[in-house]
């Protein structure tokens, strides 16, 4: 059976995702490492062997995988702005770096909102993007560190990415996400085809990420802080988006 070997979903912990790219001399990159042990099996499974590992922000389920796979060979890249907090580095980006490894091409996005020093990562090769816990599918992350105004600006500029790029996000929370996106306005054909994909791929075993954006921008109401029946679903008719985005936080957080 010949697999899509574009991008491999890696369920580790409690409900985190990582994520494998294969290249085509038998290497990988991972995206985040949440924990060591389905990884290394991951990667015995497709035959594949780790060439690089790039995180996305410093929380206990990104990286406390990473020290078990490290072995010589194995390039450990994350943010600049984070190496204080993050395992030690063997490559320090930037946001707006384009990051090469092993033949591919990897930009780095400056995400901040849910921790300061959030990076994400869009692979056009692909037509992915490895969002962490900033812009998740159908919701984002928990503003922990940072402001609304910095997720706002970090989605903004996720948002801006072409339509066909699927979003891989840190955790397997479509589900909840998609429950709270469906008091928000969403496009109601969308949602009922979302649902019935989400069913599918409970019964399946399936992972949840994935989405593209355009798929997204007709539910995740992040992505939707300028349009008037959203506005009007949190009482703020013609607001700035950032203050919408800060509101419909706050309810999700109470959901
Ligand atoms: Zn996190």
């Known amino acids: 059976m010949r697999k899509n070997r574009q991008v491999l979903t890696v369920r580790c912990r409690q409900d985190n995702y990582a994520y494998l790219l294969p290249l085509d ?87 901040p909102g849910h921790t300061i020093g959030h990076v994400a990562y869009h692979v056009a090769a692909r037509s992915a993007l490895f969002s962490g816990d900033s ?52 496009d109601p054909g969308a949602l009922a085809r979302r649902h019935a994909a989400l069913a599918l791929c409970a019964d399946e075993g399936w992972p949840t990420t994935g989405v593209t954006l355009a798929e997204d921008r007709a539910l995740n109401p992040y992505l939707r802080v300028h349009l008037p029946q959203v506005q009007a679903a949190v009482d703020m008719p013609g607001a700035e988006p950032v203050a919408v985005l800060a509101e419909i936080r706050r309810r999700k957080d109470r959901f």
């Open 25 to 111: 001399d038998g290497t990988c990159l991972l995206i985040d490492a949440p924990e060591a042990a389905p990884i290394v099996s991951r990667l015995a499974a497709e035959g594949l062997r780790l060439r690089a590992i790039l995180l996305t922000h410093h929380h206990g389920d990104h990286v406390e995988g990473v020290e078990a796979l490290r072995a010589p060979g194995v390039e450990v890249i994350g943010a600049a702005a984070d190496a204080h907090r993050l395992p030690p580095l063997d490559r320090a980006v930037a946001p707006g770096e384009e990051v090469e490894v092993g033949g591919l091409s990897l930009r780095v996005l400056d995400a």
């Open 135 to 186: 812009l998740m599918v159908h919701g984002c992350g928990r503003l922990f560190e940072g402001t609304p105004a910095q997720m706002q600006a970090s989605i903004a500029a996720m948002d801006r990415l072409p339509e066909d790029t699927a979003i891989f996000s840190g955790h397997d929370y479509a589900e909840a996400n998609l429950a709270f996106a469906a008091t928000m306005a969403p």
